[in-house]
Every structure is written in structure tokens, then in C-alpha cells.
């Protein structure tokens, strides 16, 4: 059973289109994550929810809009596409916001490729 | 600004040799550190961790080492293995940044037979 799941993987979309990505965490976790990874490779956090409240956003443009309908789904929604958005978001969960020290760890799902031409 | 480094893109070891991927941070806050393995076309699958208040962790064929004073910590494969081909990525996070985690650009490790 996948434990952190998205959909699509693969997404090839025109400039300008609304485009969601899904994300659900089958753990039990009650904190979950969008990363960005760009062309150069660079992994970043764009959104944190803890129980469905955001509680990390880093500088991330308006046009993206994270949505959290209960705490085992955590969807991603770009309007207005641009070119610099092709990368790869990977959705990730964890059991506590900062549980670090006792080991939780964050786990990723697979990736989605989203391709802006 | 890349407060986590890893500076070597790549790196080539024979199957039951040493692999040894460096990380360097330069934010002192930074308190917990991880390693994560990658596969292509798949999401980081965590490895091993390490607090700031120990200096070495061990788990099975994987080791992490952390030098405080340097900011440098390293993961030390022994023996390597074929199926550890894959790309490493470091990452660290501070105190009260709610599992923020910072992560390098990571190191692809081919282990050749």
C-alpha cells in the first residue's frame, strides 16, 4: 500500500491553465507538505498543514493555493501557469510538526512531473 | 542562499567498497540533520539521522558522522551494494521551524561491480 500518494504523476499543460495536483497520506500523519524541486535540482518546502491549518508557506506565489479538506489530503492548485513552474512537487507527511528529535522523519510520495509548455 | 551543500554531484565506488557523501551547512541553528535516498522516478525514502548532540549514528551498513565545529556531516556505506545507486540528499532543519527541512542538491553514488 502506498503510503503517500499523488496524482498525476506526469502533467504537460499550456501557460496560462489551472492545474490541480492531489495528495493523500494513508499514515495517520496529522502534518503534510508540498516540496518544489526546479531544474537545478534544489528540493524546497512550499507549504506546511498541521491538522489542516497552514503553518509553513514559503514565499510562494499567490497563484499557488494548497488545500487541505481533512488532514489525510493535502491538494495543490496553480492558477495562471507559468514556464518557471515545470519541476517536480512531491507531496510528503509526517506524524508531527516537530517531532524531529524523536526520529519522526517526513515521507515523500512519488513525485509529479508537471511540464508548462 | 544554499545553507546546505553538497558539493559533490557525483561519486563512483566498487561494489563492496566504502562510499562516503559529504555535506556541508552553514546555518549554525540547524540541530537535527538526515539523510534521504532517492531513486528515479520516485520520492526521497529517509535513511538515517543524526542530533546535534551526538557526533556519530549507526544503523546497519549506514553510518552518519557529524563534526559540530566544521559543519560537516557524511554518510559512510559499508560494504557498498549495487542497489545503493541512487541519489543521496542531505537535509537539515532547526529548533522551532516546524520540520522545516533544508535539504542539499544531492550526490548521485554509483556503485560499479
Known amino acids: 500500500d502506498t503510503a503517500v500518494s499523488q496524482t498525476p504523476k506526469y502533467l504537460v499543460t499550456q501557460m496560462g491553465n489551472d492545474k490541480s495536483i492531489k495528495c493523500e497520506q494513508n499514515?495517520?500523519?496529522?502534518?503534510m507538505y508540498w516540496y518544489k524541486q526546479d531544474s537545478k535540482k534544489f528540493l524546497k518546502i512550499m507549504f506546511s498543514y498541521n491538522n489542516k491549518e497552514l503553518i509553513i508557506n514559503e514565499t510562494v506565489p499567490n497563484r499557488f493555493s494548497p488545500k487541505s479538506p481533512d488532514k489525510a489530503h493535502l491538494n495543490l492548485h496553480i492558477n495562471s501557469l507559468e514556464l518557471g513552474d515545470s519541476a517536480v512537487y512531491f507531496c510528503a507527511s509526517s506524524q508531527e510538526g516537530t517531532g524531529r528529535l524523536s526520529g519522526n522523519t517526513i515521507y515523500f510520495g512519488e513525485g509529479s512531473w508537471l511540464t508548462v509548455v | 542562499d544554499q545553507q546546505v551543500k553538497q558539493n559533490s554531484p557525483s561519486l563512483s565506488v566498487q561494489e563492496g567498497r566504502i562510499s562516503i557523501l559529504n555535506c556541508d551547512y552553514t546555518?549554525?541553528?540547524?540541530?537535527?540533520f538526515l539523510w534521504y535516498k532517492k531513486y528515479p522516478a520516485e520520492g526521497p525514502t529517509f535513511l538515517i539521522s543524526i542530533s546535534s548532540i551526538k557526533d556519530k549514528n549507526e544503523d546497519g551498513r549506514f553510518t552518519v558522522f557529524l563534526n559540530k565545529s566544521a559543519k560537516h556531516l557524511s554518510l559512510h556505506i559499508v560494504p557498498s551494494q549495487p542497489g545503493d545507486s541512487a541519489v543521496y540528499f542531505c537535509a537539515a532543519s532547526a529548533t522551532g521551524t516546524a520540520s522545516k527541512l533544508t535539504f542539499g542538491t544531492g550526490t548521485r553514488l554509483q556503485v560499479t561491480l
Open positions: 499514515l495517520g500523519h496529522d502534518t
Open positions: 546555518n549554525s541553528m540547524f540541530d537535527y
